[in-house]
């Protein structure tokens, strides 16, 4: 079966890992500071807070900002649930807005009507790694002093106006998990040009400890320590950080790949009868996950993709018609539209020309039928 994402992992990776076991320090350490810095340098970013997972990302920047109950928080419906659980653990209230039909992120101007007193941050999600319209959103933000905290789980690499996400606006929140741009197993990252802000963020991921263990070590009292603020166990290990330095080496390859695949399949079904493809940026996304919209029997097609190998799937189901989310629940006309069109087709860096050929194949033959 031709998985939908896989990581790209090697020899290299578990050198890197070796030399943590070596050192006997498995926890926050020098492995974590060195991975930090090294996004820092590729994205242009003020400040870099490593993480375990890209939904303690979302949720450690937003409690640091101080969200809390009553608050509000606009944000697509269509994103993975891990977006509205964070918003929902700090007591704030996810207030969904609709998206454009053609690149599957948020609608500025849908957000802009959504907006109320009780409104605090604005989270744009980098559907596909593709770039929300951030010149409109951050000119809402500033007009109505609001924050901006990104969703940035499918978009490390990409750029917008020229400089990379993660290195403007206010926060950006990324995600390492197995099958994004880059794996740390598991892991997650906060860039923000704000130091404070920064600052609380790295006391809050170790449990508001106001010294890591690592900081502290070789001092004259190095087992003392303070705790001044509320805080959570949400700091990566140098495990992680070991290996996404390795694949920090591979990103190059790895996007310059995937794009090679996009601008193939999108050119092997543009102008398919029943078949809609999403508005692509080609030199400016690091492509996470390839979609294809279709109009009539998307169920149908999943399985007969299935029936010749190939794995797809479905991203995402509405949060708004989720159980848990009904009380969030909105009129989203584009969003109810098109979930029930899109299917996500298997894109990472190790596939092969042959997986590519097949799944064009499978594709066309899926419409001649």
Request: net charge negative; hydrophobic share 40%.
């Amino acid at each position: 079966m031709i998985q939908v994402q896989r990581p790209s992992i090697g020899d290299e990776e578990l050198a890197e890992v070796k030399k943590v076991f070596d050192t006997g320090w498995l926890g926050m350490g020098k492995w974590v500071f060195d991975f930090e810095n090294r996004i820092k340098e590729i994205l242009g970013a003020g400040n870099v807070v490593a993480v375990n997972t890209g939904t303690t990302a979302l949720h450690l920047a937003l409690d640091s900002i101080g969200l809390k109950e009553g608050d509000e928080v606009i944000v697509p419906s269509l994103t993975f649930v891990a977006t509205i659980q964070a918003i929902v653990a700090c007591g704030a209230a996810p207030v969904f807005c609709d998206i454009d039909g053609d690149t599957l992120n948020m609608d500025a101007g849908d957000v802009e009507k959504r907006i109320t007193a009780r409104t605090k941050v604005i989270m744009p999600v980098h559907y596909g790694g593709l770039p929300c319209n951030m010149n409109e959103i951050l000119r809402i933000g500033k007009e109505k002093n609001l924050t901006i905290v990104e969703d940035a789980a499918h978009a490390f690499g990409s750029s917008y106006n020229g400089r990379k996400i993660g290195a403007f606006g206010d926060i950006t929140c990324f995600s390492f998990d197995p099958i994004k741009n880059i794996t740390c197993g598991e892991g997650g990252a906060i860039t923000t040009n704000d130091y404070e802000l920064a600052q609380v963020m790295r006391k809050k991921r170790i449990l508001g400890i106001d010294k890591d263990t690592w900081s502290r070590f070789g001092q004259k009292r190095d087992w003392f320590y303070s705790v001044n603020m509320l805080g959570f166990r949400y700091h990566m290990s140098n495990i992680n950080a070991a290996i996404g330095l390795m694949q920090l080496e591979k990103l190059g390859r790895f996007l310059n790949r995937k794009r090679g695949i996009v601008e193939r399949y999108d050119k092997a079904f543009r102008g398919l009868s029943g078949i809609g493809i999403l508005r692509k940026d080609y030199e400016n996304t690091a492509f996470f996950s390839y979609i294809l919209k279709i109009e009539s029997k998307r169920d149908e097609f999943i399985d007969f993709l299935k029936s010749k190998g190939i794995d797809s799937g479905v991203h995402y189901i509405p949060n708004h018609l989720q159980p848990f989310f009904e009380k969030y629940a909105t009129e989203l006309p584009v969003t109810e539209t098109v979930w029930k069109e899109i299917v996500t087709l298997p894109l990472y860096p190790d596939m092969s020309d042959d997986d590519v050929d097949l799944v064009i194949s499978s594709v066309l033959e899926f419409c001649k039928q």
